[in-house]
């Protein structure tokens, strides 16, 4: 046992090996122990520690060896902390081999039921099923192994060959098929003539794989719903297995399905294969009726038009199938598109001659009314009906957003140790970080013994606990780059508590000037990282009883009477305000409420205190607006310095902002750096502050001036849209927060409505909605900006046309035509003005929002001219974009003139 552990510390794998190997099964297991001791030691240190890199492997080979079960073996083989340090392969497979058959596939098929991410390597499990001659385990883990050891042709041959020789090519091949996830190798299997679609074709050809089930393990991957790329690996498949007219015949209700619910490409596929039976003949018309009733219901006009296509030919071709087919063609009235609308009623007026029965006729004169306007007049006058008079609109937008009040602090330690855990697990929001700030003051001023050790659970499990326990005694603090997120401040504040951090460290934090250099984040990023390491100078020093700057609400508004009660308080107690947190508390204080405002600095005044004096002045000064203007970055002129030599979509429109002195006087200097103008040009585009997590707490710093805090975050929303970032989430809070909406919040919205991510486009209706139902979106400010992006190239129009028709579909027709009434007239212009070679480019997208303006006019009936509107809708053709434009003229020509 002595000579095992002596290898193994000392990292020797080879003489490991040798030692064990000739140990008995009860020697083996007497030495677990000593081993299981040594692994817990190991997981004190980083898996790239130097020891750790030295002793594992060696580590991991005696353990394996040394379980005598087959589940422990294969626990200790697959675990975690092995992975990146395990033992060669050929050395656990001598150290394996002695065991039986039985032994050896049980622990095959337990590492190959683990997860993919396990990494367990597959020349381990395929050489322990070889040596026990089981059935192969065609599991997630195995298969993708497997996949990965053949490789992409980069193995020196080709793949074809190296299939050729697996001795388990069909239970391989069928778990392949059924793998969870394919996208995750996608890239192995390649495309091309030495691709995995084509060498499968090829073994189905040479008989060594069945084709019938390669056939049917094919489809019904699709047909379970393939991931986003998967059609990439089964299309070219079924394509090269050449399906015969009768066996694509006998699958029409997989054809069916497919066209109806598949990814794009599958679905084209499969109505290639349809409309090839339907006009052979190998249709009934019952079921080309059923397909079409799925293709016509798909957004995408590609596959609409070519439906409309085969069902006009099989019209023409057979009249007896009008009464089945013309009501299925109809159901193309309600499309989003308009020219889709048009092609299926100008099919219907090329038939309805052929049309006797009443009950067919009934369904199209019901189907008309989910045609536009102009196209419902048509109908009408065809299949002669009324047109029922439009009713009147009524604006729906969502209930005005309210404010919720934060709960007091936790009572008891072990409350507020549950919530500090939950926290930093997961994050949290405004109100619960709060929270749990005044808790941990107040719980470290009543009894620091008793809060220390309620948190022994939490703190056990961060991670600057473990590096004490590797002989960092203290932390240092970091006052370069401030806080990222909200859960380092709490680690610093835990870690002071625990005496992780040495005093000097803490007011060199505390004491440290601002740099001379910063990002448009830094006066918000410096107030929280001053107001965190001020606290925890404090927790150290002189604790507080409570904080003052605790909002009362979750927007991180504080309620001036409030905040006179715990200025009290801090006068009984005969205890010193820290200016950081009182400075905070001034910011945070509603000053809107003009009569309680009043009344708190008269209550404040008769404290008789330095603080109490300071926020009766504050109460009464009033807010201070701040003078806005746009500034440009142009592709030519001046531009921005960190824009220089970097490609851009097009200029952005940033917002700078006047100096605001009030934000400096009577404040500590950690606060003076939001006195500051903010400008386009010179502040640094590209810091530090990547975790979007941050923002809200940023907005509760000035939680009653959010166009101040907006334009500082405008930077990273013109990304959303320009550089295709991410970050638009804390747009709701923005909408909901208070304070002047002006140029920069509004900029913001309009570059989050043309985020490249959906998320961040919903989060950009969100907030668009919040502000339209508590009265604050000017639609005229709004549009004009997202005309100038659109028409810059900024923001692309299709993305706009999306969050737009999302915004519509709530009800809010009449906001979002009033929007795009201001946002379209600048991309008309642009194109009209566009030369030739250029139009296609100014065109782009700009369709889809003509139609959602066009849907919106519709519904509430908007009346009246657009510019630039009637030159496009008299071009040639019949694209989308002079369709829609046609409709939206004619909409707002109907309303005009009812």
């Given at each position: 046992m002595s000579a095992l552990m002596a290898a193994v510390r000392a990292g020797n794998t080879a003489e490991t090996l040798r030692v064990v190997r000739g140990m008995t099964d009860a020697e083996r297991r007497a030495c677990l122990p000593g081993l299981k001791a040594l692994r817990a030691e190991l997981r004190e240190f980083s898996p790239w520690d130097s020891?750790?890199?030295?002793?594992?492997?060696?580590?991991?080979?005696?353990?394996?060896?040394?379980?005598?079960?087959?589940?422990?073996?294969?626990?200790?083989?697959?675990?975690?902390?092995?992975?990146?340090?395990?033992?060669?392969?050929?050395?656990?497979?001598?150290?394996?081999?002695?065991?039986?058959?039985?032994?050896?596939?049980?622990?095959?098929?337990?590492?190959?039921?683990?997860?993919?991410?396990?990494?367990?390597?597959?020349?381990?499990?395929?050489?322990?099923?070889?040596?026990?001659?089981?059935?192969?385990?065609?599991?997630?883990?195995?298969?993708?192994?497997?996949?990965?050891?053949?490789?992409?042709?980069?193995?020196?041959?080709?793949?074809?060959?190296?299939?050729?020789?697996e001795p388990n090519l069909a239970p391989l091949v069928a778990g392949l098929f059924a793998l969870t996830d394919l996208t995750g190798i996608r890239w192995l299997l390649?495309?091309?003539?030495?691709?995995?679609?084509?060498?499968?074709?090829?073994?189905?050809?040479?008989?060594?794989?069945?084709?019938?089930?390669?056939?049917?393990?094919?489809?019904?991957?699709?047909?379970?719903?393939?991931?986003?790329?998967?059609?990439?690996?089964?299309?070219?498949?079924?394509?090269?297995?050449?399906?015969?007219?009768?066996?694509?015949?006998?699958?029409?209700?997989?054809?069916?399905?497919?066209?109806?619910?598949?990814?794009?490409?599958?679905?084209?596929?499969?109505?290639?294969?349809?409309?090839?039976?339907?006009?052979?003949?190998?249709?009934?018309?019952?079921?080309?009726?059923?397909?079409?009733?799925?293709?016509?219901?798909?957004?995408?006009?590609?596959?609409?038009?070519?439906?409309?296509?085969?069902?006009?030919?099989?019209?023409?071709?057979?009249?007896?199938?009008?009464?089945?087919?013309?009501?299925?063609?109809?159901r193309t009235f309600g499309h989003e598109d308009v020219q889709m609308q048009e092609r299926a009623l100008k099919l219907v007026e090329r038939h309805l001659g052929k049309l006797d029965g009443q009950e067919s006729r009934d369904e199209l004169c019901s189907a008309a009314d989910r045609l536009t306007p102009a196209l419902r007049t048509r109908a009408a006058a065809l299949l002669d009906i009324a047109v029922e008079p439009r009713a009147t609109y009524e604006e729906v937008l969502p209930p005005v957003p309210e404010p919720v009040g934060l709960a007091p602090a936790p009572e008891t330690a072990e409350e507020l140790a549950e919530e500090l855990g939950a926290l930093l697990a997961s994050g949290g929001d405004v109100a619960t970080f709060e929270r749990a700030l005044d808790g941990l003051a107040r719980h470290a001023y009543r009894d620091p013994d008793a809060l220390r050790e309620a948190l022994v659970p939490v703190v056990s499990q961060r991670w600057w606990a473990a590096a004490n326990r590797q002989g960092v005694d203290h932390l240092p603090v970091d006052t370069r780059f401030g806080h990222s997120?909200?859960?380092?401040?709490?680690?610093?504040?835990?870690?002071?508590?625990?005496?992780?951090?040495?005093?000097?460290?803490?007011?060199?934090?505390?004491?440290?000037?601002?740099?001379?250099?910063?990002?448009?984040?830094?006066?918000l990023a410096r107030v929280f990282d001053a107001r965190l390491h001020a606290l925890a100078h404090r927790l150290r020093a002189e604790p507080l009883p409570l904080l003052l700057a605790t909002p009362t609400w979750s927007t991180g508004l504080l309620e001036p009477g409030e905040l006179v009660d715990r200025l009290a308080a801090y006068r009984r107690l005969d205890a010193r305000v820290c200016p950081t947190d009182f400075g905070q508390a001034l910011l945070r204080v509603r000053r809107d409420d003009e009569a309680a405002a009043r009344e708190a600095a008269v209550r404040a005044r008769t404290l008789g205190t330095r603080e109490g004096a300071r926020l009766a002045r504050w109460l009464g000064a009033g807010t201070e607006s701040s003078a806005t203007r746009l500034a440009r970055w142009l592709r030519t002129g001046a531009t921005a310095p960190e824009a220089a030599g970097r490609r851009t979509r097009g200029p952005k429109i940033l917002v700078e902002t006047a100096e605001v002195p009030e934000l400096r006087r009577g404040f500590p200097p950690e606060f003076h750096w939001l006195a500051r103008p903010v400008s386009a040009f010179t502040e640094r585009r590209h810091c530090h502050h990547w975790d979007d997590s941050i923002r809200p707490h940023w907005l509760a710093v000035l939680p009653e001036r959010r166009e101040l805090v907006a334009a500082r975050l405008l930077p990273d929303l013109a990304a959303t849209a320009v550089e295709d970032g991410r970050g638009a989430s804390v747009l709701p809070l923005l909408a909901e927060a208070d304070g002047e909406a002006g140029d920069a919040v509004h900029l913001c919205v309009a570059y989050g409505l043309g985020a490249r991510h959906q998320e961040d486009r919903l989060a950009a209706v969100d907030a668009l909605l919040a502000?339209?139902?508590?009265?604050?979106?000017?639609?005229?400010?709004?549009?004009?900006?997202?005309?100038?992006?659109?028409?810059?190239?900024?923001?692309?129009?299709?993305?706009?046309?999306?969050?737009?028709?999302?915004?519509?579909?709530t009800g809010a027709d009449a906001t979002i035509w009033r929007m795009l009434r201001q946002a379209l007239p600048v991309p008309l212009a642009g194109l009209a003005a566009a030369r030739p070679e250029a139009a296609a480019v100014a065109a782009r997208g700009l369709g889809d929002l003509l139609a959602v303006a066009a849907e919106c006019a519709e519904r509430s009936g908007a009346g009246g001219e657009l510019p630039h509107l009637a030159e496009t809708a008299a071009r040639g053709g019949s694209s989308r974009l002079v369709t829609e434009a046609r409709r939206l003229r004619d909409a707002l020509a109907v309303a005009a003139a009812a």
């Open positions: 020891r750790s890199e030295r002793v594992r492997p060696a580590l991991h080979l005696a353990g394996a060896a040394c379980h005598t079960g087959a589940a422990a073996a294969a626990a200790w083989i697959g675990a975690g902390d092995m992975r990146w340090q395990h033992a060669p392969t050929d050395a656990l497979l001598r150290a394996l081999e002695t065991r039986g058959a039985g032994w050896l596939a049980d622990v095959a098929h337990r590492l190959a039921r683990r997860p993919v991410s396990a990494d367990v390597p597959y020349e381990l499990m395929a050489g322990l099923v070889s040596r026990s001659g089981c059935e192969v385990p065609a599991t997630d883990a195995y298969v993708t192994g497997w996949v990965r050891h053949i490789g992409g042709g980069r193995r020196g041959g080709r793949v074809l060959d190296s299939l050729r020789r390649g495309d091309g003539p030495d691709s995995w679609p084509s060498a499968l074709a090829a073994l189905a050809r040479e008989g060594l794989l069945d084709r019938a089930l390669l056939l049917d393990a094919c489809v019904a991957r699709l047909l379970r719903g393939a991931g986003g790329t998967d059609h990439r690996i089964l299309l070219p498949v079924l394509a090269g297995l050449g399906l015969t007219r009768e066996e694509e015949r006998a699958r029409i209700a997989d054809w069916t399905a497919l066209a109806r619910d598949a990814a794009s490409p599958v679905a084209a596929h499969a109505q290639t294969v349809l409309g090839a039976l339907a006009l052979d003949g190998g249709l009934t018309v019952r079921q080309l009726a059923e397909a079409s009733e799925g293709l016509l219901f798909r957004v995408e006009r590609k596959l609409v038009r070519a439906q409309l296509v085969l069902l006009g030919k099989v019209l023409t071709r057979d009249p007896g199938a009008v009464a089945e087919l013309l009501p299925v063609v109809a997120n909200a859960r380092e401040g709490l680690d610093l504040l835990l870690a002071v508590l625990h005496d992780r951090v040495r005093t000097c460290d803490l007011l060199n934090a505390v004491r440290r000037p601002p740099s001379a250099h910063g990002c448009a984040h830094s006066g502000l339209a139902a508590r009265g604050q979106l000017d639609t005229v400010r709004l549009g004009t900006d997202l005309g100038e992006l659109v028409g810059s190239g900024a923001v692309k129009a299709r993305r706009l046309a999306d969050s737009a028709r999302t915004a519509a579909s």
